[in-house]
């Protein structure tokens, strides 16, 4: 008994001052991210998802994922053709992930809120779920949501658990996605990954 007690207490002391070594020191704070690169995609790369996307009839594509630290940033590109009304439950929210959008080209009507009716959880087994977003709902509506009018150079964030839902679509809409995953639920994605993707057809890879 002695013995084990002595081995939780050095244990204890062990974490103890591991977590003292992880405090930020205000006078010297170091980075989070430690000797991490930094990260280029060429507007060439983008323009490649988009093409394939309309070729494909694909929706949301994963061109990054990239470790920053404290998080997970992935990097997506997705393009909607038309829509005239929402498709059935088309709500959309994500529990741990959140978004930021910046319209490319295209424009329409995108409804936000945070109260999401009739939510039924996700297939874990779905492809966004597994690599590009994580765990989240999809629901019928969004109750009191906002509806912006958006097109290309707008930005949009959505944060983790807001519901966001395309209600109309003019012709289409593409832009760049920039999700921020601190729980690192998504898997990482390299360039090399990247150029393989693309290098095949929908469902080859």
Known sequence: MRKMILALAGTTCA?????AQTKINPTDPQPTCTMCP?????VSELEAYTRKAMTEKLTDQQVRDV???KAHIGIGMVYRGRLDKPAPDSVAEHDLVSEVYHVISGSATL???PDILN????PATLRTVREFNGPGNNGSEIRNGVAYQIKAGDVVVIPAG??????????HINYLMVRIDPDKVTPLKSEAQSKEYLSKPAGAE
């Open 15 to 19: 974490i103890a001052a591991l977590v």
């Open 38 to 42: 930094g990260y280029y995609i060429p």
């Open 67 to 69: 470790e920053i630290g």
């Open 111 to 113: 409804v936000l809120g």
């Open 119 to 122: 939510r039924q959880r996700r």
């Open 162 to 171: 807001t519901g966001h839902q395309f209600t109309k679509i003019d012709d």
